[in-house]
C-alpha cells in the first residue's frame, strides 16, 4: 500500500494506472477508521482495480465552533486498517496541501443543503461538496462509495456529481452499527460512559418510527414527537431535529406515503450524533 501526500503524485500515479486499464474505488474519508468506514474500503477493493482511500480532516466543512481541532486523529492505525481492509493507495494531505495560499473556489449545492444538518451547520455542505470535488478531480475514480450514515452528505453529492457532469458513479453504502445499535462514528469516542449506555436510543426512536408507521401511522406529527419522547426519556439529551422528509429531495412531508427518510441529530452531552433509517414505500 502506498502513501501520497501531494496532489501531484497521487495523479501522475494514477494517470498513469488509468492509462494501463485500471478501474479505481475512492472512499473519502476524515481518518480515524471504524467499521463504517472499513465497510466501504472493502467494498471498493472488492470492485475495482485500485481502492483509494483519503484521509483529510476538512476544515472548511467545520463551523468556527466546532470541534475541528479537537477531531480524533491517529494516522498510524488508520494506515494499518486500510491495508487490512484492502486499500492500495492512501491520500494523506496537509492542509495547505488542498487550500493553499490564495484558495478562492467553492462549489454550492442549493436548496438541499438549508435543511437537516445544513439548517444548523451553515456552510457545513459548501465545504464538504469543495473538498469532495477536489478529491475526485485529484483521484479520478470510476466509483465513490459514502456511507448511508450521513444520509443528507450523499444527496448533495449526487446532485453536484449530477449537476457539473462530474464522470464518476456514486455509491451509497448502509450504516454500520455497534451490537448495541448505535450508528458508529469518530464522534462516538467523545462519549462518557453514562451517555454511551443511552445513546442507542437514537436508534430505538427511529426503529420506534419504522413500527408506527408498519402499523399504519402516517401523521409525521404524531411520529416525531413519540420518537422525541423517548429520547429525552434520557436525561443528557439535546434534540437539534427530528425530520420526516422524501429520501431523494430531502422536501419535509406531512403525511408518510412512500419512501421516507427519518433523520435526527441529538446534541448527547456535548456530542452532536446523526442517525437515520429509510421507510421503503411508506405503507
Ligand atoms: P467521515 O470520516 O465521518 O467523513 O466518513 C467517511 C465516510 O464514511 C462517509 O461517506 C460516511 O458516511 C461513512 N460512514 C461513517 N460512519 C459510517 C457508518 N457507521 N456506516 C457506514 N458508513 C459510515
Redesign the pocket.
Known amino acids: 500500500m502506498k502513501v501520497f501526500k501531494t496532489v501531484k503524485t497521487i495523479q501522475d500515479y494514477i494517470k498513469l494506472k488509468k492509462c494501463r486499464g485500471s478501474s479505481i474505488g475512492f472512499?473519502?474519508?476524515?481518518?480515524?477508521l471504524?467499521?463504517?468506514?472499513l465497510?466501504?474500503i472493502r467494498r471498493a477493493h472488492k470492485e475495482n482495480d485500485i481502492s483509494v482511500v483519503s484521509i483529510f480532516v476538512n476544515p472548511t466543512q467545520f463551523g468556527p465552533k466546532e470541534d475541528y481541532k479537537k477531531y480524533p486523529r491517529d494516522f498510524k492505525r488508520d494506515e494499518k486498517l486500510s491495508k487490512q481492509a484492502g486499500a492500495d493507495l492512501i491520500f494523506y494531505p496537509k492542509v495547505r496541501e488542498i487550500y493553499p495560499e490564495g484558495y478562492r473556489t467553492y462549489v454550492d449545492v442549493k436548496d438541499i443543503t438549508g435543511t437537516l444538518c445544513g439548517a444548523s451547520r451553515p456552510g457545513h455542505f459548501t465545504g464538504v461538496s469543495t473538498v469532495v470535488a477536489k478529491l475526485f478531480n485529484t483521484v479520478q475514480p470510476d466509483v465513490a462509495?459514502?456511507?448511508?450514515?450521513?444520509a443528507q452528505?450523499?444527496v448533495v453529492i449526487k446532485q453536484m456529481v449530477r449537476d457539473i457532469n462530474m464522470d464518476v458513479k456514486i455509491k451509497v453504502?448502509?450504516?454500520?452499527?455497534e451490537a448495541n445499535g448505535l450508528?458508529?462514528?469518530?464522534r462516538n469516542r467523545y462519549l462518557s460512559a453514562k451517555e454511551r449506555i443511552d445513546a442507542p436510543v437514537l436508534y430505538e426512536s427511529l426503529k420506534l418510527a419504522r413500527r408506527l408507521i408498519k402499523a399504519g401511522v402516517q401523521d409525521v406529527r404524531s411520529i416525531r414527537s413519540q420518537m422525541s419522547r423517548i429520547i429525552r426519556s434520557k436525561g443528557s439529551m439535546r434534540i437539534e431535529y427530528i425530520s420526516i422528509v422524501d429520501k431523494d429531495n430531502l422536501k419535509e412531508i406531512k403525511r408518510v406515503k412512500k419512501d421516507a427518510l427519518i433523520a435526527l441529530a441529538v446534541k448527547v452531552g456535548k456530542t452532536r450524533l446523526i442517525d437515520n433509517i429509510v421507510i421503503k414505500g411508506g405503507i
Open positions: 472512499v473519502p474519508t476524515m481518518g480515524y471504524h467499521e463504517g468506514h465497510s466501504l462509495y459514502f456511507g448511508q450514515k450521513d452528505q450523499a453504502m448502509p450504516i454500520v452499527r450508528a458508529m462514528s469518530s
